[in-house]
Structures are given as structure tokens and as C-alpha cells.
């Protein structure tokens, strides 16, 4: 088991995150790996697009991991409704993908994408994505 080293931030409220993911054992991954790394944070869960979409609107989001493949609203659909807005200019978005979608991954980045992350997880680099983003945060 690798050395976890605890993510500090700056910030005197919690960082909210957003899991979208279909998959209930990817929710309890993604999970495990930040509760590991962060105290100060709220752990967001949706299961589609759509859900995601919604808790955009209604919470104060910072980070999402967004899943590719998902019934109702894939991510790239999610994200270009999410990124349509504005006001969620400031949200941190990975997507999570598996090796073979990394070439459309990386055309969401023109629509604004922050970064991906492969599946099966590394959980040093879902952890980079973390400590790159919360550093971001204002």
C-alpha cells in the first residue's frame, strides 16, 4: 500500500466533489482514494448525466469526476450542458475513461475538460488530479 500523503487545502470550507459514475464499485474506489488523501471534504455521488447535471445546479461543486459511458446522459453530454453555463467556469472536471476512448477524451478538452483519468485506476493519479485542482480553487 503506497504512503497516502494528505492533500492540504487552503480553503475554510470543505472541497465538495462530484462522483458520476454508473458503477457502484467505482463510486466506493473513487471514494476510498479521496477520503484517504483529504479530511476537509464532501463527497457528492450521482449516477448519470442527467443526476449530475441537476446537483451542478443545486450544490456548490469544485471537482467532478465524470464518468464516459452512462445511460441517460453520456459525460460528454453532461459536460457541454455543464460547461454551457457560465457559472460553473470555475468547476474541475475529469473524465473518467477507459484506454480506449483517451482520443475522444482528448477532443473534450477543447470543450473544457480539465483532464482525465484511466481506468483501472491509478490512485496516484487521481490523486494528482486532486491536489492540481484544489490548488486551483478560489
Known amino acids: 500500500e503506497m504512503d497516502l500523503v494528505q492533500i492540504d487545502t487552503h480553503l475554510t470550507r ?7 459514475d454508473d458503477s ?6 473513487l471514494e476510498n482514494t479521496i477520503s484517504h488523501v483529504m479530511k ?4 457528492l455521488d450521482a449516477f448519470d448525466g442527467k443526476e449530475a447535471v441537476d446537483m451542478v ?21 453532461a459536460l457541454k450542458v455543464i460547461r454551457a453555463n457560465p457559472e460553473n467556469k470555475h468547476i474541475k ?19 473544457g475538460l480539465n483532464g482525465y483519468i484511466v481506468k483501472p485506476f491509478d ?15 478560489q
Open 40 to 43: 476537509n471534504v464532501v463527497i
Open 93 to 111: 472536471i475529469a473524465m473518467v475513461t477507459t484506454e480506449a476512448q483517451k482520443d475522444d477524451v482528448r477532443k473534450a478538452i477543447s470543450i
Open 14 to 20: 470543505p472541497v465538495n466533489i462530484l462522483i458520476v
Open 24 to 29: 457502484k464499485t467505482v463510486h466506493l474506489m
Open 57 to 77: 445546479e443545486l450544490s456548490n461543486i469544485d471537482i467532478i469526476l465524470l464518468d464516459w459511458n452512462m445511460p441517460e446522459m453520456t459525460g460528454i453530454e
Open 123 to 137: 490512485r496516484a493519479k487521481v490523486i494528482a488530479f486532486l491536489k492540481q485542482s484544489i490548488a486551483r480553487i
